[in-house]
C-alpha cells in the first residue's frame, strides 16, 4: 500500500495538519518537530502528491495548454517553444487536443472547473474563442498563440503574415516574376486572409492586378497544392511562380509541377510559408516565409509564467516579425 500523509503523521505522533505544514513549508512548526517530521517521511519515503501540495500553496506550478490537433504541420514546433520555457521555469504542461470535438472539450472543461493549472495557452481550436474569452474573464489567465486576426481583448503573440505576404511578391517581382498563381488556405481564416491581401496588395502596387483565375482556395494540404498546379495546368491558365500559404502545399505544387516537366525555379518559382523543416528537403529546397512559431510559443509561455511571478499582463499582442528565407526554388544554381 502507498504511504501516506496519515501514516507519516502517526509515525511522527502529529496531526496531518501539522505535517501538510511542514510539507508546504509555512513556517508555523517548531524547528523540532518539522526535523522529527522530515525524518519520518524520508525513513518512510513518503512521496506527496504534488498537486495537493500545489494547491495547498494556492498553486499548481502547472500551465494548461489547449490546441486543435498535433497533426498541424506546425504545431510541434509552437509546443516546443512553450515547453522550453515551462520546464526550465520548474512548471509542469498539461495538454489538450480538441480531436474528439465537444467530448475533448468536455474534459478540457471538466480540468477547468478542477483548477489543474494556474494559466492557459491557446492555439484557438476553431469556435472556441468565445469560451475562452470567458475563462479570461472569470480570472483565468489566458495567452491566445497565433490570435488568426480574432484580436481578442485579452493578451496574444502573433506574427506578420501580411507583410511576410508582402515581402514573398516584392521577392517574386524582383525575380520578374509577373504572374503567380496563389494557393491560399481556407478562406475562413484569418490568417489565410491576411496573406492573400498582403500578397496582392504587392503586385497591385507594383500595376500588376492578380487575375481571379490565379487565385485557388486550398486546406493547408500537400494534395491541394498538387491539384492546384494539376487544375490549371490542364486548363491552359500561364504562370511562372506559385505562392502558397504554407509550406505543406508548396511541396505539393513542387511535385506536380515536376511531374508536369516544368523546372523549378527556370519555368516557374515557389515560395512557401512557415519555413518548416520540411522547406529544407523538398526538391529543390523550398523558398519560404518564416513564421517564428517556436519564439512564438516561448513568448507566450514567459508572459504567462512572469505573471504568476507578479507581472501585469500586456495590454496589446505581442508581435513577433516573419522574416524569409531564400532557397533553390527560386533561386537557380
Not at 468536455?106 to 489543474?116: D, E, I, L, N
Given at each position: 500500500?502507498?504511504?501516506?500523509?496519515?501514516d507519516v503523521a502517526t509515525r511522527a505522533g502529529v496531526s496531518k495538519t501539522t505535517v501538510s505544514r511542514v510539507l508546504n513549508g509555512k513556517g508555523e512548526v517548531d524547528a523540532r518537530t518539522a526535523d522529527r517530521v522530515r525524518a519520518v517521511i524520508t525513513a518512510l519515503g513518503y512521496v506527496p502528491s504534488a498537486r495537493a501540495v500545489g494547491l495547498a500553496r494556492g498553486r499548481t506550478r502547472v500551465v494548461g495548454m489547449l490546441v486543435p490537433a498535433l497533426t498541424w504541420p506546425w504545431m510541434g514546433e509552437v509546443l516546443q517553444g512553450a515547453v522550453d520555457v515551462v520546464e526550465t521555469e520548474g512548471y509542469g504542461l498539461l495538454l489538450f487536443t480538441c480531436n474528439r470535438g465537444d467530448e475533448?472539450?468536455?474534459?478540457?472543461?471538466?480540468?477547468?472547473?478542477?483548477?489543474?493549472?494556474?494559466?492557459l495557452l491557446v492555439v484557438e481550436p476553431e469556435g472556441t474563442l468565445d469560451y475562452i474569452?470567458?475563462?479570461?474573464?472569470?480570472?483565468?489567465?489566458?495567452?491566445?498563440?497565433?490570435?488568426?486576426?480574432?484580436?481578442?481583448?485579452?493578451?496574444?503573440?502573433?506574427t506578420t503574415n501580411a507583410a511576410g505576404a508582402r515581402a514573398?511578391?516584392?521577392?517574386?517581382?524582383?525575380?520578374?516574376?509577373?504572374r503567380p498563381l496563389v494557393i491560399t488556405g481556407q478562406r475562413r481564416f484569418g490568417c489565410t486572409r491576411e496573406r492573400l491581401a498582403g500578397f496582392a496588395d504587392g503586385y497591385a502596387e507594383a500595376g500588376l492586378p492578380i487575375d481571379p483565375p490565379l487565385v485557388v482556395e486550398g486546406d493547408f494540404t500537400f494534395d491541394c497544392g498538387r491539384a492546384a498546379?494539376?487544375?490549371?495546368?490542364?486548363?491552359?491558365?500561364?504562370?511562372?511562380?506559385?505562392?502558397?500559404?504554407?509550406?505543406?502545399?508548396?511541396?505539393?505544387?513542387?511535385?506536380?509541377?515536376?511531374?508536369?516537366?516544368?523546372?523549378?525555379?527556370?519555368?516557374v518559382a515557389v515560395v512557401g510559408f512557415d519555413d518548416l523543416p520540411l522547406a529544407g528537403h523538398t526538391h529543390p529546397p523550398l523558398t519560404s516565409v518564416r513564421q517564428p512559431l517556436r519564439q512564438m510559443g516561448a513568448a507566450a509561455a514567459r508572459t504567462?509564467?512572469?505573471?504568476?511571478?507578479?507581472?501585469?499582463?500586456?495590454?496589446?499582442?505581442?508581435?513577433?516579425?516573419?522574416?524569409?528565407?531564400?532557397?533553390?526554388?527560386?533561386?537557380?544554381?
Open positions: 500500500m502507498p504511504i501516506t500523509i496519515a475533448s472539450m468536455r474534459r478540457f472543461a471538466s480540468q477547468v472547473s478542477a483548477k489543474a493549472f494556474d494559466g474569452t470567458g475563462l479570461h474573464r472569470r480570472g483565468l489567465p489566458v495567452i491566445l498563440i497565433d490570435d488568426r486576426a480574432h484580436q481578442p481583448r485579452f493578451p496574444s503573440v502573433r514573398a511578391a516584392g521577392h517574386l517581382l524582383a525575380l520578374g516574376r509577373r498546379v494539376d487544375r490549371l495546368l490542364d486548363a491552359g491558365v500561364p504562370f511562372d511562380a506559385v505562392f502558397a500559404h504554407n509550406d505543406l502545399s508548396a511541396a505539393g505544387a513542387l511535385q506536380a509541377l515536376r511531374d508536369a516537366g516544368r523546372r523549378v525555379p527556370q519555368d504567462l509564467v512572469s505573471h504568476f511571478d507578479g507581472t501585469p499582463l500586456p495590454d496589446s499582442p505581442t508581435v513577433i516579425p516573419t522574416t524569409f528565407t531564400v532557397r533553390g526554388s527560386t533561386r537557380a544554381g
